[in-house]
Structure formats: structure tokens, C-alpha cells
């Protein structure tokens, strides 16, 4: 007999089994606890989303890019394109910051319409740069990625988040969010654009919901929205649920004017 057995492990300190099949569930509860109890302890209440590219570069990464392909001999058609593309990560960087600036200067409120994203580069990285500079908090919702790091410097530590599973990631940005921006992108930015879509068309998301695309070049050449109201996949009320637009000046109007109409007298958060 042992006379000193080793001490039981306590199931919720049991790596093996947390980590099993059969605690899947208790892993999913986890990723909605455990952030909402940090959004509580913040007094996070809502949230303006900002989605796009992780390749996006920042306008100074870009122009040191092409210098590079210049002097170097490398691929100046694809140096020259990201410079291009880096308008959005610069306009993306100044609508985050004037939103977080307008949001901290409304009267009798705190912490709202918090900046929010999926916590990577590009477009991501820009949108919590710019509510850094405006000395805002920000959200990043990352997602733990095999060949992709997670979380940007200009996050507030306390809000950076890694979530295992893509739909608790997106339950956070449909949830506490009260406008989006969708900036351009590719698959990732697509399938959390039109989960959202599909719940507002659907009603189930019954809360007042802003959606800019922004960038009309890049998302008319790439969704043809017109398109499916001819062939009857959708109504023409349906384009109503977003605003479309190329100016930081118009997006900015447009949020703030569709919040303070529908969200300001509304405490909180919620599908």
C-alpha cells in the first residue's frame, strides 16, 4: 500500500481533460464568462466594430516597401499596389480616432462606443491605433491562428482577447456592437460582414445596427449587391442596410448621427 498517494487532480485543473472532446462545452462557456466578466469589470457597455485585411499596411510601411523593391530590384507592381491600399489603413486610423474623441466627449456617459476589433495587423491594427492616439480604450477579439500572431500594441491590455472558436469570437462583435465599419478585406472580413446581414435581414438581430462599407471602388468590383436584387436573392430594402462610402468625413457623420438618433438612450448592449 502507498502511504503517501499522490493527491487527486480536481477535474477543472486537469489539463488533459479540459482539453478533451468531452469538455468541449465547458471550453465554449469559458469564451462568453470570461470575457464578459472582463467587459463588466471595464464597464464595456457597447462597442463600434471595425473589420478588414490583416494586409493592409500602414502608409509609412508601405512607402518603405516600395524603397525597398526600388532599390533592390523586387516587385514594384505589388510594392506600388499596397501603397495604394494603404489609404484604407490611414483612413481606417482617422475615423477611429475621431469616433473615440466624439465618444469621450458626449455628456453623461462612460465608455461607450468603445473601439473594437479583431485584434491583428492591417486594418485591424489601424482602428486601435487611432483610438490609442485619441488615449481611448479599445477592444481586440483575436483568434488563435496557426500561421498568424495575434494582438496589436495599440490594444488596451486589459481588453486583448484569443478566442479558440470563430463563432464565440464573432458572438462578441455582434453582441456588444452598435455600428460596424467594414473596410476592405478578404474571406474573414466577408463571412463576419454577412453573419451580420443575414441576422439583421433575418431579425434576429433586432437592435438598431449602422454598417458602413467602406471603399466603393473595392466593394462594387468585388460584390455586386445590385446584382442580387435583379436576380431576386434579395430585396431592394435589403441595400438598406448598408451605407456606402469613399470619405472618413461621411462615415463619421453617418455613425454618429445614426448613434445619438438610436443608441445613446440605449444602456447597453444586445442582439
Not at 483612413?91 to 485584434?119: M, N
Not at 471602388?217 to 435583379?230: G, H, K, M, P, Q
Not at 451605407?243 to 438612450?265: G, K, M, P, Y
Request: hydrophobic share 40%.
Amino acid at each position: 500500500m502507498n502511504q503517501n498517494p499522490p493527491k487527486p487532480l480536481k477535474a477543472y485543473l486537469n489539463h488533459a481533460f479540459i482539453k478533451s472532446r468531452e469538455a468541449r462545452p465547458l471550453r465554449i462557456l469559458a469564451e462568453y464568462i470570461e470575457p464578459e466578466q472582463r467587459f463588466e469589470e471595464h464597464d464595456i457597455r457597447d462597442t463600434i466594430v471595425f473589420f478588414g485585411s490583416a494586409r493592409i499596411p500602414s502608409r509609412e510601411a508601405a512607402l518603405a516597401a516600395l524603397e525597398t523593391a526600388k532599390a533592390a530590384g523586387g516587385d514594384l507592381e505589388t510594392a506600388e499596389l499596397q501603397l495604394g491600399m494603404s489609404r484604407y489603413y490611414e483612413d481606417t486610423r482617422e475615423l477611429a480616432r475621431r469616433l473615440t474623441e466624439w465618444s469621450k466627449a458626449l455628456e453623461g456617459t462612460d465608455r461607450r462606443f468603445v473601439i473594437c476589433t479583431g485584434g491583428g495587423p492591417g486594418i485591424m491594427e489601424a482602428a486601435n491605433r487611432g483610438a490609442c492616439e485619441a488615449r481611448g480604450l479599445s477592444v481586440g477579439l483575436g483568434i488563435s491562428l496557426p500561421n498568424e500572431a495575434t494582438g496589436n500594441p495599440y490594444i488596451t491590455p486589459d481588453l486583448a482577447f484569443e478566442f479558440h472558436y470563430f463563432f464565440m469570437r464573432k458572438f462578441w462583435f455582434a453582441y456588444l456592437s452598435k455600428a460596424m465599419v467594414a473596410m476592405p478585406g478578404g474571406f474573414g472580413t466577408f463571412d463576419e460582414l454577412f453573419e451580420v446581414l443575414t441576422l439583421m435581414q433575418t431579425r434576429k438581430m433586432t437592435k438598431h445596427q449602422p454598417i458602413v462599407l467602406f471603399g466603393t471602388d473595392y466593394w462594387d468590383s468585388v460584390i455586386d449587391f445590385d446584382s442580387l436584387v435583379r436576380a431576386g436573392t434579395i430585396a431592394s430594402a435589403d441595400l438598406d442596410l448598408i451605407h456606402r462610402t469613399d470619405s472618413v468625413d461621411d462615415a463619421f457623420d453617418f455613425i454618429t448621427r445614426e448613434l445619438t438618433e438610436h443608441a445613446l438612450s440605449d444602456p447597453g448592449g444586445g442582439l
